[in-house]
């Protein structure tokens, strides 16, 4: 059976106001973490996943896993939800309820678990002091928000309580500049490519006139006499003229 998308959709929602609402607790100082992500012990927390992963393992340790195609970043999401599916292994997702996971590029960047009320640790000091054992974390999760949070050499842990359990994110901090990075340059592309748009010319061979894109009088250039400029400077050293009709 799979789970319900609207439910999926409370808990991704769930998830975003943990992580992003203002600190309601005072966040102390966190202690120094060196480590990197590649040296995080392979917990049974985590059932067989860690950051890094291809797409490739992710099939091989769950072949039921269906990805999307990225979208322009290189970014592709995909959930497993062992806890209501019969056909997951449940041996080896013991305590687990659902698996969401961000790929950019091909390798795993954001893994979280949502664990269900059979896990061992059910509340959130219990929770984080287990996993900061098993992760072999080696500093405390510190207090953001409604969860705690360590934030290590190019990656962060977020622990929190979700549906009355406990949740954990991991994520790839250097993957998600680099998807911000991407959307930046998209954003810009975008609007150089409006900008560059707006500033073409229509010119009329015949009359030796151009035409602003967005003046109506444009389209009324016939297409044998119809040649494009990039912009009016463009127009006006070909010899080109203004056209009147136009504002």
């Known amino acids: ?26 966040t102390p100082a966190q202690s120094p973490c060196n480590l990197k992500f590649d040296q995080l012990t392979q917990a049974p927390e985590l059932f067989g996943f860690h950051l ?13 896993v269906r990805f999307p195609l990225a979208d322009q970043l290189g970014v592709a999401k995909t959930t497993i939800n062992p806890g209501f599916d019969s056909s997951f292994d449940q041996a080896s997702f013991a305590g687990a309820r659902t ?43 510190s207090a953001r928000g409604l969860g705690r949070e360590l934030r290590c050499d190019g990656f962060s842990v977020f622990a929190s309580m979700i549906g009355g359990s406990p949740a954990l994110r991991i994520t790839d901090e250097a993957a998600q500049q680099t998807i911000a990075t991407r959307r930046e340059e998209a954003e810009a592309a975008k609007e150089a490519a409006k900008a560059a748009a707006a500033a073409v010319v229509i010119g009329d061979t ?15 250039v016939p297409e044998a006499n119809r040649v494009v400029f990039k912009d009016k400077d463009t127009a006006e050293k070909a010899g080109y003229k203004r056209a009147k009709d136009c504002p």
């Open 1 to 26: 059976m799979l789970i319900p998308k609207r439910i999926t959709r409370r808990l991704r929602t769930a998830w975003i106001l943990l992580t992003f609402l203002p600190g309601v607790l005072t």
């Open 52 to 64: 890094g992963m291809t797409l490739e393992q992710v099939t091989v340790r769950v072949p039921q």
């Open 206 to 220: 015949r009359m030796k006139l151009y035409y602003p894109n967005d003046c109506d009088e444009a389209d009324k």
């Open 99 to 141: 698996v969401s996971m961000d790929f950019l590029d091909g390798k795993l960047t954001t893994l979280w678990i949502g664990y269900n009320e059979s896990f061992k640790w059910q509340k959130l000091d219990e929770f984080v002091a287990g996993v900061s054992r098993s992760l072999n974390l080696p500093a405390a999760l």
